[in-house]
Every structure is written in structure tokens, then in C-alpha cells.
């Protein structure tokens, strides 16, 4: 299984972007975004398993999104009111049948001020 991101670009400070992953079939596991700024760990965004029921840490609630469409095999991440402190490479997250690991390859989003 692989799971391919898309939607990043350079969007001005306030702007809004949404970025997507599909994956190459159907995946039963939660779904999740994480992000990797310059010189910094993987920080979790958000996640939303397969009925729909989403998480996100305290400090992600308010201008993150997540949803998912199951027919697509695609997860969503709407990002609102970006922050140049928002720049990193933004990763999709699933396990397999096997609750191996999937990581996409990422996708840059750049926030200028």
C-alpha cells in the first residue's frame, strides 16, 4: 500500500490550503497528518479513523481540519489562518493489514509573512 500527498504550495500568512493523501487501496486504520519543520521532530496534527471519529492534540485545535472520504481512500487536512511558523513538510500516516507503518513522501507547504 502507498500513500501519495498532494496540495502543498506557498500560500501568504492568514491563507488557507488543503492538503491531500490517498492511498493506492482501501485502509482500514485511522489516518493521520503530521508535520516536520527545519531542524524540528515530526509533530502530530490530527487523526480520524474510518467511522469518521478525529483527534487532535490540544495545541492543533481551531485552524487544523481533518476529514476522509473512505470511497476515495483519501484523507484531508484543511489548514486555516496559516502562520509562517506552519512551514514544514506535512506527512499522511496509516498502518496497514499488517499495523505495519505507511508514511506519504510528504508535501511542502510554505507560509510566507
Known amino acids: 500500500v502507498q500513500l501519495q500527498a498532494s496540495g502543498g504550495g506557498l500560500v501568504q500568512a492568514g491563507g488557507s490550503l488543503r492538503v491531500s493523501c490517498t492511498a493506492s487501496?482501501?485502509?482500514?486504520?485511522?489516518m493521520a497528518w503530521y508535520r516536520q519543520a527545519p531542524g524540528k521532530q515530526r509533530e502530530f496534527i490530527a487523526s480520524i479513523t474510518s467511522s469518521g471519529r478525529t483527534n487532535y492534540p490540544y495545541s492543533m485545535k481551531g485552524r487544523f481540519t481533518i476529514s476522509r472520504d473512505n470511497a476515495k481512500n483519501t484523507v484531508y487536512l484543511q489548514m486555516n489562518g496559516l502562520k509562517p511558523e506552519d512551514t514544514a513538510v506535512y506527512y499522511c500516516?496509516?498502518?496497514?493489514?499488517?499495523?505495519?507503518?505507511?508514511w506519504g513522501q510528504g508535501t511542502l507547504v510554505t507560509v510566507s509573512s
Open positions: 500516516h496509516a498502518l496497514d493489514d499488517g499495523l505495519k507503518d505507511l
Open positions: 487501496r482501501n485502509i482500514a486504520s485511522a
